[in-house]
């Protein structure tokens, strides 16, 4: 046991070295550049209101679920909200889960065998890597949206193939080419799996519903705990994967379901983002605000993620720290939650930032970069 105790403060002080120690702080106050609330609804009060006035009505709301959905934990509120999740997004059937980190972890820990293979784009989330492990499948990377890497991994497969992606990935705030990948997945037989994390609510319900392609996607994970200021997941799928999933899925079948206000919340967001759509196309505004300002970034014209790289921790600290001196909150990511030499400032821009906030910051960082 103290061997263990040694090994452990070991590599907590081996971080404390490098400068990339992790550890818990208070939320501070300021310029939120960093938080993935991109539409402002955790903070709206108009929603707040709505959704304390559905408390006042029914108490109840507020009790614990007393068990598995399995067991006790199931009832017509969570039932009727899947079912309203499915039609909107046009998918056969839908599985709410307490988290998009749980949902991925049921998804790729179960479908995939250990004579399957599972393919995942090189940055896909942390969450997919878990769930391999689990699920005993051989797992691939292809390179960073690279389609002629990912159909050279495809031909030389032999067994059932699932790939895995983001439409919008979270580091590098760049889009997947998700129309050609469907081809490639219908072309070899595979089962395409999309997290629309970050895509959720900044494009409607996400790019599979903007490009329609409901039919070539096995399933799609929409996450609550970003666009729609809320919290939890559902799994977008066919009858018989939903079935599945709910036969097999230990992270479905053993863990404790959440209050029905996780998903009456759920369900009011989504009647709140369908009544304020512009909050969408006030983003997209200050989104081009940005571009405009010309600092380098591998992200994508349109994302609300905009990654500077500076692959000198010292200098993205010390950028860091100005920026929150000036109130700025920004968010910081070393290695090796990205690739040594990648190190960025991960900037995340909201419906409610201003223009003056978009240029005072834009301003600080091109003293450093």
């Known amino acids: 046991m103290l061997s263990n105790v040694f090994r452990f403060q070991e590599s907590l002080d081996k971080r404390k070295e490098e400068g990339i120690i992790r550890s818990l702080k208070p939320r501070r106050e300021g310029i939120d550049f960093y938080s993935n609330d991109y539409l402002g609804l955790a903070r709206s009060n108009e929603l707040q209101n709505r959704l304390l006035q559905k408390i006042t009505d029914n108490p109840q709301l507020l009790s614990g679920s007393t068990g598995s959905r399995l067991i006790s934990g199931n009832s ?6 899947e079912n309203g999740i499915a039609q909107k997004h046009q998918f ?3 599985l709410l889960f307490p988290s998009g980190y749980n949902a991925n972890l049921a998804l790729f820990s179960t479908l995939p065998s250990r004579h399957d293979v599972v393919i995942v784009d090189e940055q896909i989330h942390r969450s997919v890597h878990d769930a391999c492990q689990l699920s005993n499948a051989k797992k691939l990377k292809f390179k960073h949206n690279d389609l002629e890497d990912l159909e050279n991994i495809l031909k030389r497969q032999q067994e059932q193939c699932y790939i895995a992606i983001e439409s919008l990935y979270s580091m590098e705030g760049d889009f997947a080419p998700i129309q050609e990948i469907a081809v490639l997945a219908d072309q070899y037989k595979a089962y395409l799996i999309v997290d629309e ?18 039919n070539q996607v096995s399933a799609a ?18 009858e018989t994967i939903q079935s599945y999933l709910i036969n097999f899925a230990s992270p479905f079948i053993y863990t404790t379901s959440a209050q029905d206000f ?14 304020h759509q512009e909050l969408s196309k006030k983003l997209q505004d200050n989104i081009r605000v940005f571009r405009r300002r010309n ?5 994508s014209e349109t994302s609300p993620i905009q990654a500077i790289v500076i692959p000198d921790n010292q200098k993205l600290k010390a950028l860091q720290n100005t920026l929150l001196e000036e109130g700025f909150l920004t968010y910081a990511i ?10 960025r400032l991960r900037i995340c821009l909201h419906s409610f930032n201003t223009e003056e906030e978009i240029v005072r910051l834009t301003g600080i960082i091109k003293e450093f970069v």
């Open 76 to 81: 017509s509120i969570v039932t009727s909200v």
């Open 92 to 94: 056969e059937s839908a």
């Open 197 to 214: 994390a970050h895509a959720f609510g900044v494009f409607g319900y996400g790019l599979v519903e903007k490009y329609q392609l409901q």
């Open 221 to 238: 994970v929409v996450t609550y705990g970003k666009a729609l200021g809320a919290h939890g997941a559902a799994i977008l799928c066919n």
């Open 262 to 275: 996780q998903w009456m919340s759920i369900k009011t967001g989504y009647e709140f983002l369908d009544q």
């Open 295 to 299: 600092l380098q970034s591998p992200s």
């Open 334 to 343: 070393y290695s090796p939650t990205v690739k040594p030499g990648s190190e």
